[in-house]
Antibody, heavy 123, light 107 residues
């Protein structure tokens, strides 16, 4: 059974770049046929999709965040990462990484999730 | 973007049937997925592609999707079903959209 674990700083200063890594165990990112995604949840709020990436490096982003977001993958380490630049207090959230199933019907499901990590943006 | 509308809260008596709706323009033409999120935990998919249950999800959970409304139905509701529930679809412009979430209370 695949497991995902987020890691990275819990505190980031405003205007800096938020960087998180998701380590995948119990399955290989490479040639697995899945996308790998980041999703966040502001305190007490709903889910917001950030972006996802295929093992080839092909990535797709939420248009509202696209100018600040980059998702990358390191298949040798079985990890994928999130960079969110120019952060502000509004980026304070729990950040989840998740595995994405791509259905033949051009739909996606997030079938496995990490436990989430709280990132606070504050000086 | 494609908007998904969920009620903020739904209440159900213990042992009764809860129905959580997800509204969207011609949502019946899209695949809808449903997630359950308990406090302090990551979401878990309970229904995918409108009506399919992942392994380990009780048969009490079912889904339907037609017209402008998708519905998650929880039969014989239990206290352990109390959670936030989110619907989700794929959109060709914005790729992934989540509904705002519905808090289910079991009385």
């Amino acid at each position: 059974q695949v497991q995902l674990q987020e890691s990275g700083p819990g505190l980031v200063k405003p205007s800096q770049t938020l960087s998180l890594t998701c380590t995948v165990s119990g399955g290989s990112i490479k040639n697995g046929g899945y996308y790998w995604s980041w999703i966040r949840q502001h305190p007490g709020k709903g889910l917001e999709w950030i972006g996802y990436i295929f093992d080839s490096g092909s990535a797709f982003y939420n248009p509202s965040l696209k100018s600040r977001v980059s998702v990358s993958v390191d298949t040798s380490k079985n990890q994928f990462s999130l960079n969110l630049s120019s952060v502000a207090a509004a980026d304070t959230a729990v950040y989840y990484c998740a595995r994405v199933v791509l259905h033949r019907t051009s739909s996606v499901t997030f079938d496995s999730w990490g436990q989430g990590t709280l990132v606070t943006v504050s000086s | 973007s494609y908007e998904l509308t969920q009620p903020l809260s739904v209440s159900v008596a213990l042992g009764q049937t809860a129905r959580i709706t997800c509204g969207g323009n011609n949502i019946g033409g899209r695949n809808v997925h449903w997630y359950q999120q308990k406090p302090g935990q990551a979401p878990v998919v309970v229904i995918y592609r409108d009506t399919n249950r992942p392994s380990g999800i009780p048969e009490r959970f079912s889904g339907s999707n037609s017209g402008n409304t998708a519905t998650l139905t929880i039969s014989r509701a239990q206290g352990g079903d109390e959670a936030d529930y989110y619907c989700q679809v794929w959109d060709s412009s914005t790729y992934v959209e989540f509904g705002g979430g519905t808090k289910l209370t079991v009385l």
